[in-house]
Structures are given as structure tokens and as C-alpha cells.
């Protein structure tokens, strides 16, 4: 539910010596591994005989990882170099062979290939000054670009047995099949003119060996797809939160578009339509009537059916594809639970999300995931939405994004602050999911602190680190269940204690802070596996929690995480029915302890 706040107020070698070559999004490091290269040499009357020496270059878009030079010994037919530590990340190698040591003078041949990096892991690639060029492999750091927008293509060459081979310097030549869409230059990157799809192709001149790439122009950097259940009584607020849209509206370079539902009894205003429509959201000045344009009039729809929103979702990506895609989920919202305890005989129905009251449904999390698992990968989710920001939730969509922005806490009417969103993201449309999501917490936070009374919450979540956490989440349930007699009273005092949400009602007071929890467990008991597995879940959660910020006494312990813990005895067995509870032992705690 939302309640209402009382106010107070992205290669050759030439690319290389340049130092050009388009931005990358920089490796987030959670550790580092190794990269082993592994050259093999050519005899002296093969084509490359001259080739003494290897020079590995390794580049995050303008910044030079390593740069290191493979020195041939005598006669030997290969020779290996490992090159270590490097940041996990995804990278791009720059190889050339020369015929003097040290890597000097002018390159014999060049090669480029993309390299990813995995934590404590090793990379292992062959460079071969020895074998033929059999085809080319092209990759790139984007396949979808906005007007304006950049794409870097890598040529590979390869030998037919998949060894990286040496092509002559300046011997890649590229073009743009479809050059009205796209243009490409003599290194590879791509710019979009006008949306459509460019086929880019790169052919070697020495062989003709060519390869061919698809690469989509799409009208924006992003596409902001709000989807509003307002058939209840938020259909004012509905319009308020359109109106609030418009004072930004689309741009260039982001596209909103909207699919809101109304009711027929809460507000009359805008011609007092009912049903739901498609908007495309343009800028105006007008704060009362909303001035898009409609682009579809789709009479009474169940918002609350998976088919539903998957249909909105699949529609605006296909209409308005872009190279990031940001979805809000706009309504009221109860974490994992049904609206209310007398459907607890509902089992396999856990209610969530989405009340819509024409067809008297409300979305299962099963029912949100199924929607977002038919539809195109999302770069963040936002809830607009209340007590949305649990590990239950996050765990059903946690393949369906990258970043998940919620609430622990009652969402107000008000909702996200969607003018400062909006202005901030056409401000920067270059921007990383993860700092959108920091951005939007920043955005909600600022707009309620200090101008209005209550406790508001909301954080930024790394959905590509979930499973850690969860798998962390399921340890220390399962500690806690083999060392129940022991620690048991431990657990029950850290339950009762723990950060909880739902300070309007308290109906949902037993969605409690996942982190606080752990705190407390570690704090009360002594058995030193339940110890070790709290300390474990406290450090997951400050590895998925991307950002957080929490507002009001009564929330002051908020780490970004809610769970559910009620009181003991008191577990509803519609839990049961989570993908969350098969993937971990938490409801098995719960009901035990």
C-alpha cells in the first residue's frame, strides 16, 4: 500500500599509438584474476619469419591495463606469458608482432580481441604468428545504440583451429551496408544517424575473408516504461505522478511511455476516462491535464494479469527500443504478501502487487515473474511501489534485471519523484544502471527529507550478486535450525528486536531488516558457526546493496533488505509457495524457531 505523508514542508594498433577509441563502462572489481597468453612462433620461411617479439596491450576504453612485451627465445616454437593481477572485468586486447625484441618499431602484423576477466579465475588465449587466417569473429561492446551513439567492433582473426592470428596493419577494412543508419570508421566504431538496423562489415584485404554485424539504431539512449495500476483508489495520484512526467516528458535521447488504468470512483478530472490507455509522454506546463499523446485506447484491462504487463513491456521495447531500458512498477504494494490474513487459504496465490480492483485480482510474485520472463532484459526495475524492497522480491525477478530500486519501508501517494528522475536522466543519458539506481534513491530521499513527516526508505540492489546473498541467507538458517536448543533464545530476542517496517499500520511488521537481523544473531548468540554465518549475510548485503538511504528515528537501522520474520509460531503457510522458500531453508527456520 502507499499511504499519505503529512507535510512539514565502450583496434588495431594505430587506435592504440593514438590513444582514441570509444568509453567503455568501467570493470566494477570484486577481485582479480589472470590472463595467459600463450604464443606460438613461425618457422623462418613462413610469412611472419621476421617475428622476434609480441607486444600485449590491454585496454579498458582509454585507460591501459597492462602493456607488456613477449620476447622469442632462440628457436623455441612458443612461448607463454601470464599477465596478473587484473581486475575482473571485460576488457580488449591489442596484440602486435615485431621483428625486433623489445616489441619496437613498426608492427610485422596486428590482432584485437575482447577478454573478461573472472575473479580468481585465469583467461588463457593463443596468439599464432604461425597459422593462417581462416575467418574473422566480430564482437562489440554494444549491439544497440541511440541516434548519436557509439558502438567499438572488434575484428578477430582467427585460424581454422580458433588460435588469434596476425593480420598486416591497415589490412581490416570497414563498411556500413546500410550507411543512411549507421557509419563506421577505419577502426571500428560505430555511430548511429537514424533509427534502423545497420549491417557493419569487415574484410581483410590480404585474404577476403570477411565478417558481417547487426547493430540496432534505436531513437534513445533509454526507455522509461511506467506501468500504472491505478484502477483503485491511487488514480489520483496516478494523474498527479502523469502530470509530474510532463514536466520533463521524452527528449532525444530518453523515451517515457506510460500504460495507466483507471478506476470509475476516485477522480473525474482529464475527461474522466475509464480503462486503460498507452501514452507517449511529451513535455508541458500544464501540472492538472495531462498533454501526451495517446497512443492507444485498450478499455478495461487486468493490470493484475502476468499477460498484461509482459504485453506493455514487449510492446514499448519493440516500439521504442533503446540501448537501456528502465521499467517502474507504479501501485500499491505488500512485499510477498496477500492483501490481507483472511486469504491465508489461498495457498499457491502469494498476493504482491498490482490491485486492480474491476477484475478483483492482485499479481502473485509467481505472476511477476512470469511477465518479465517473457519480455526483453530489463537494465533496472524500479517499485514504485510499498514494502517492495525484500529478498523475496528481488529473488523472483533477480534474472529479469540488473538492478532492482525499492522500498523496505510504506511508499507515500506521492510516489518516486519522477520530475527529478526524469531531468536527471535526460541530464545524463550515458548512465550506468547502477548509478540510475543510486540516482532514483537519491531523487525519492531528498524530495520527502525535511518537507514531510514520517519514515521513508529506499536502496539500490545488484540483482547479478543476489545469489550470493541468498546463498548466504540459506547458511545461516541452516545453522540456526541444527543449533536451535542453543541459540534459540538468541534468535527470538534478535527477531523481536530487528529493524521492522509498516509504522502506519503494523500490519507488516514482520518484514524486518535482513542485515539488522544478522546483527543482532551475531551480537546475542555464541555458537561460532551461526556467528560466522551472520557475519556472512551482513557482509552479502553490503555486496548487493549497490545504495541505501533511510530517513526517521524509527527506520534509522535500514541496511537496504527487509525479510520476513514473524513472530514465533506465527509463520503464514502461504510462504511456503516462494521460489524464495524452495531455494532456501528460511522458511523451514521461521516455522522452528
Partial sequence: MRHSPKPVLFLILAVVLAGCGGGSRSPISHGFGTASFTVEWPSRSSRLAVAESVRIIIRDGGTVIAN????????????????????????????????????????????????????????????SAAATLDHIELSADKT???????????????????????????????????????????AGVVTGLTKGIADIKVTESGSGQNATMQ?????????????????????????????????????????????????????????????????????????????????????????????????????????????HYLLVLWDHGRGWRNRTYALQSVQRQVKAIFIDDSSDNEMTLGGLTQALEQSPHMDAILFDACLMGMIEVAYSIRNCADVMVASEE?????????????????????????????????????????????????????????????????????EIIANMSEVRTGVESAQLDAQHYDHDSGEYRYYKDLY?????????????????????????????????????????????????????GNMLNMYDSLDFSAATRWNEMIRTY
Fill in 144 to 186: 544497440s545504440i541511440p541516434v548519436n551513439g557509439t558502438a567499438n567492433l572488434v575484428a578477430t582473426p582467427r585460424s581454422s583451429s580458433d588460435a588469434i592470428v596476425f593480420v598486416a596493419t591497415g589490412s581490416l577494412e570497414w563498411e556500413s551496408l546500410n550507411a543512411p543508419v549507421a557509419s563506421v570508421d577505419s
Fill in 68 to 127: 607488456q612485451v613477449l620476447n622469442r627465445s632462440g628457436v623455441e616454437v612458443a612461448s607463454t606469458l601470464r599477465i596478473e593481477p587484473i581486475p575482473a572485468g571485460d576488457f580488449i586486447v591489442i596484440a602486435a608482432a615485431y621483428s625486433q625484441l623489445g616489441g619496437t618499431g613498426t608492427p610485422e602484423g596486428v590482432a584485437s580481441v575482447p577478454l573478461s576477466i573472472q575473479s580468481g579465475a585465469t583467461r588463457s588465449m593463443t596468439l
Fill in 410 to 478: 510504506n511508499v507515500p501517494v506521492f510516489g518516486q519523484a519522477y520530475g527529478s528522475l526524469l531531468y536527471g536522466l535526460a541530464s545524463n543519458p550515458d548512465i550506468s544502471s547502477d548509478d540510475l539506481g543510486r540516482a532514483m534513491v537519491d531523487d525519492y530521499i531528498n524530495f520527502y527529507a525535511g518537507s514531510y513527516a514520517g519514515t521513508f526508505t529506499m536502496s539500490a540492489v545488484n540483482l547479478l550478486l543476489l545469489d550470493d546473498l541468498v546463498s548466504a541467507t540459506d547458511q545461516l538458517a541452516g
Fill in 215 to 323: 547493430i540496432i539504431v534505436s531513437g534513445s539512449a533509454w526507455t522509461v516504461m511506467v506501468y500504472m495500476a491505478a484502477d483503485n483508489n491511487l488514480e489520483v495520484n496516478a494523474i498527479e505522478d502523469m502530470n509530474e512526467m510532463e514536466t520533463v516528458g521524452s527528449t532525444s535521447s530518453v523515451s517515457v511511455v506510460t500504460q495507466i488504468d483507471r478506476s470509475s470512483g476516485y477522480d473525474t478530472s482529464n475527461g474522466n476516462w475509464n480503462g486503460a490507455r498507452r501514452y507517449y509522454v511529451t513535455k508541458d506546463a500544464d501540472t492538472s491535464i495531462i498533454h501526451s499523446q495517446m497512443l492507444a485506447d485498450l478499455g478495461n484491462l487486468d493490470m493484475a494479469a502476468p499477460s498484461t504487463l509482459a504485453s506493455f513491456v514487449n510492446w514499448a521495447t519493440q516500439n521504442y527500443p533503446a540501448e
Fill in 516 to 568: 539488522d537481523f544478522a546483527r543482532l544473531v551475531d551480537g546475542n548468540v555464541g555458537n561460532p558457526a551461526v556467528k560466522s554465518a551472520a557475519q556472512n549475510v551482513m557482509s552479502k548485503v553490503d555486496d548487493a546493496v549497490i545504495y541505501q538511504r533511510h530517513y526517521g528515528a524509527e527506520v534509522s537501522a535500514s541496511r537496504g533488505v527487509a525479510i520476513y520474520l514473524p513472530d514465533p
